[in-house]
Each structure stands twice: as structure tokens, then as C-alpha cells.
Antibody, heavy 121, light 109 residues
Framework: QVRLVESGGGVVQPGRSLRLSCAVS????????MQWVRQAPGKGPEWVAV????????YDADFVKGRFTISRDNSKNTLYLQMDSLRGEDTAVYYC??????????????WGQGTTVTVSS | EIVLTQSPATLSLSPGERATLSCRAS??????LAWYQQKPGQAPRLLIY???NRATGIPARFSGSGSGTDFTLTISSLEPEDFAVYYC???????????FGPGTKVDFK
């Protein structure tokens, strides 16, 4: 069955870095675009970034401003989000999600359970 | 940047009633309009994509319609498990940047 399992969340001080991972199984990872979406406590989802199935093309939200980098390793069936210069407003549950079949940039149809990132001194 | 507005913020209904949720965009959307359902402690679940197509496994009581700047999610007859928060999401044509609306909570009257 299709599974996406995020890891790497935790408590981190402002200005520090964190790398999130998303291990996938149950489908051909290299055939799908992948995305990160976050959700701050009590707020709605906020899209973070998308990466094409081959890892060549990446697009992200304005608020990322070069601080976050999405990447993938198709040989390991794993998606990553490198987050640098973290701020308090980055505190959220971070979800990885698979783009719907047919295009790397379709709406995500399968989501992980999320990993929590807390930025606090 | 396209901004999505959802109304109402809260919809109080009873099981068996019809729910009509609105999503309005600040400018015309390309058609890449999706609807998600989210329950507490869970990830969002894709219901509708491309404005009117039901995702795999989604019951027929969920339907989407609309074009341009005005979109609607209709739940024809609410089941107890449908009480949740619903978000619309659009994708800019290019670059492919996604935006979520603020959500509509469907709760028990």
C-alpha cells in the first residue's frame, strides 16, 4: 500500500537548521512529483514547495526566500526538505505529499502523517 | 498572487442536510482547483481535483463545480463523518505555485 512517512522534526532554536525526510513505499517514487505542505497550530495548510519527478525542477512559496531547499533521492525513495535560518513562524506540522498522477505539478493526492517542527529558544 | 476566500467560515448543519461551500479567487484560476477535507489530527484528504473531478474513493455525495473565480463544493446529504474542515486550493499556471483558502468548518447544528 502507498505510504509516506516523514521524520526529522523536533525542537530547534531560531537561526538553526533542520532536515526533514519523507520515506515512501508502495508506488514508483521516480514517477511522481512530490511536495511539502505545512500547517501551523490552529491554522490552515500552507504550501511550501514542489519538486519534479526527476528532481530537476523545483518551485517554492514566496515565504521560503531561499531558506528551504526541497530535494529527492530516487534511489532511496526519499524526499527531503532542508530548512535553514529557522524562525518562530516556521513552527508547524510538515507534511510530505505526492502529486496526483499525470504531472509533477498536480494537486497532492496522498499525504504522510506529518512531522512536527518547533522553533523556540 | 491569487488569493482564495472561502465562505462561510462555519456552516452548522445536521446529518442528512445539503452543504454548499464556496471558494472565490481574486483572479481567474486556470482550472487547477482542488478541495480537501481535514479532520482533527489528520492530514488533508483530496476530495475534488480540477474543479469537478472526484478523487479515487471519494463518495458520490461530494461534487465540485465552478470556473473562473467562483467554485463550489457540494455535499448532497451530510453523513456524520463529513463534519470537518474543508479547504480549497488552486495552482498558478506557471510557475506552479499552490495556494490554500482559509477553510470552511462544517459542524453539527
Amino acid at each position: 500500500q502507498v505510504r509516506l512517512v516523514e521524520s526529522g522534526g523536533g525542537v530547534v532554536q531560531p537561526g538553526r537548521s533542520l532536515r526533514l525526510s519523507c520515506a515512501v513505499s508502495g508506488f514508483m517514487f521516480s514517477g511522481y512529483g512530490m511536495q511539502w505542505v505545512r500547517q501551523a497550530p490552529g491554522k490552515g495548510p500552507e504550501w511550501v514547495a514542489v519538486i519534479s519527478n526527476d528532481g530537476v525542477h523545483k518551485y517554492d512559496a514566496d515565504f521560503v526566500k531561499g531558506r528551504f531547499t526541497i530535494s529527492r533521492d530516487n534511489s532511496k525513495n526519499t524526499l527531503y526538505l532542508q530548512m535553514d535560518s529557522l524562525r518562530g513562524e516556521d513552527t508547524a506540522v510538515y507534511y510530505c505529499a505526492r502529486s496526483r498522477p499525470g504531472s509533477s505539478y498536480y494537486a497532492p493526492d496522498v499525504w504522510g502523517q506529518g512531522t512536527t517542527v518547533t522553533v523556540s529558544s | 498572487e491569487i488569493v482564495l476566500t472561502q465562505s462561510p467560515a462555519t456552516l452548522s448543519l445536521s446529518p442528512g442536510e445539503r452543504a454548499t461551500l464556496s471558494c472565490r479567487a481574486s483572479q481567474s484560476v486556470t482550472g487547477y482547483l482542488a478541495w480537501y477535507q481535514q479532520k482533527p489530527g489528520q492530514a488533508p484528504r483530496l476530495l475534488i481535483y480540477d474543479a469537478s473531478n472526484r478523487a479515487t474513493g471519494i463518495p458520490a455525495r461530494f461534487s465540485g463545480s465552478g470556473s473562473g473565480t467562483d467554485f463550489t463544493l457540494t455535499i448532497s446529504s451530510l453523513e456524520p463523518e463529513d463534519f470537518a474542515v474543508y479547504y480549497c486550493q488552486q495552482r498558478d499556471y506557471w510557475p506552479p505555485i499552490f495556494t490554500f483558502g482559509p477553510g470552511t468548518k462544517v459542524d453539527f447544528k
